[in-house]
């Protein structure tokens, strides 16, 4: 079964630092997400992405904030500047379409920025 | 505004006895709603969804959840629970827009 993809698994940073998460999504999938888990929070919507630019993105997505599908296949994170507060679990996910389309999770990037 | 409220933090079953995690959302419209299970280290994995029809749907490993339009619920259920099934669950609606709004998560211990 097709599955959505994420490396590294864990990447530690020191703050101010650039770092890049990438993802490969389900490959008949037009839709992307990134969400955010901080330990012991909700799962927490970043930014959507469609047709090669941001569909939607939510209040904690600012400036320092990226996305990118660089290829047929990847599809990154930028932080351009980590703070300690980005300290989180990113998700990947991937859906066929928008509103009533099941979202397919990827296992996950566990960033600590120290 | 959209949002999923799960009330229970922490629930504590018997293997073999039954479970329901409560879910209650918040939406204007007709919703889409999901269940996700993450086990610990892992990512979240859909376990069933309500689009419309039949308000009982039927999902993965025996988990089965009802849509109750009158209480805004989606609530997860199993009659049976096995020690395999402890986890942290969550609830997510979804609808014309383009993202998933999750609840806080219920996390099951599973007794033996």
């Known amino acids: 079964e097709p599955e959505v993809t994420q490396t590294p698994s864990h990447q530690v940073t020191q703050m101010g630092q650039e770092v890049i998460l990438r993802c490969v999504p389900i490959?008949?999938?037009?839709?992307f997400y990134w969400y955010r888990q901080i330990l012991g929070q909700k799962v927490e919507f970043l930014v959507s992405f469609y047709n090669n630019e941001i569909s939607e993105k939510s209040e904690i997505f600012d400036d320092q904030f990226s996305v990118e599908r660089p290829d047929g296949s990847n599809f990154t994170l930028k932080i351009r500047s980590t703070k300690l507060e980005d300290s989180a679990m990113y998700f990947c996910a991937s859906s066929r379409g928008k509103g009533g389309y099941e979202q397919y999770f990827g296992p996950g990037t566990r960033l600590t920025v120290t | 505004a959209q949002s999923v409220t799960q009330p229970d933090i922490h629930i504590t079953v018997s293997e073999g006895a039954s479970l329901e995690l409560r879910c209650n959302y918040s939406?204007?419209?007709?919703?889409?709603l999901f269940w996700y299970v993450q086990s610990p280290g892992q990512g979240l994995q859909l376990l069933l969804k309500y689009f419309s029809g039949d308000t009982l749907v039927q999902g993965i490993k025996g988990f089965e959840a009802e849509f109750k339009r009158s209480q805004s619920s989606f609530n997860l259920r199993k009659p049976s629970v096995h020690w395999s099934d402890a986890a942290e669950y969550f609830c997510?609606?979804?609808?014309?827009?383009?993202?998933?709004?999750f609840g806080s998560g219920t996390k099951l211990n599973v007794k033996p």
């Open positions: 997510a609606v979804g609808g014309n827009f383009n993202k998933f709004y």
């Open positions: 939406y204007g419209a007709t919703p889409y």
């Open positions: 490959s008949n999938h037009l839709y």
